[in-house]
Nanobody
Framework: QVQLVESGGGLVQAGGSLRLSCAAS????????MGWFRQAPGKEREFVAA????????YYADSVKGRFTISRDSSKNTLYLQMDSLKPEDTADYYC???????????????????WGQGTQVTVSS
């Protein structure tokens, strides 16, 4: 049974930083990619960043490129999202997801992911 559990969300002022974590369990993820998505109130869930577990290849949405960094710690089976220079428009529920790894640039679609966490809320005040 695959489980993904996010943590690290909270309230932060614009320009601040947060680091989200996603603890993964239930299988080995060497052939998987992990992603972060977010969903703001009244909007569709959108891609934020993805990483291939085996190679650490990464891909980012244009809206977060240069501000967010995705990484993973294999020894802890944990995925991270370091978020710097946060903006009010980054306010959303953030979800981690896992799916079979394909070309990293294709891992922007929700359909590529089989497993999802429950989400953690991030609020950026202006």
């Amino acid at each position: 049974q695959v489980q993904l559990v996010e943590s690290g969300g909270g309230l932060v002022q614009a320009g601040g930083s947060l680091r989200l974590s996603c603890a993964a369990s239930g299988r080995t993820f060497s052939t998987y990619a992990m992603g972060w998505f977010r969903q703001a109130p009244g909007k569709e869930r959108e891609f934020v960043a993805a990483i291939k577990w085996s190679s650490s290849s990464t891909y980012y949405a244009d809206s977060v490129k240069g501000r967010f960094t995705i990484s993973r710690d294999s020894s802890k089976n944990t995925l991270y999202l370091q978020m710097d220079s946060l903006k009010p428009e980054d306010t959303a529920d953030y979800y981690c997801a896992a799916g079979r790894a394909y070309l990293i640039a294709t891992m922007t679609s929700r359909d590529k992911y089989n497993y999802w966490g429950q989400g953690t809320q991030v609020t950026v005040s202006s």
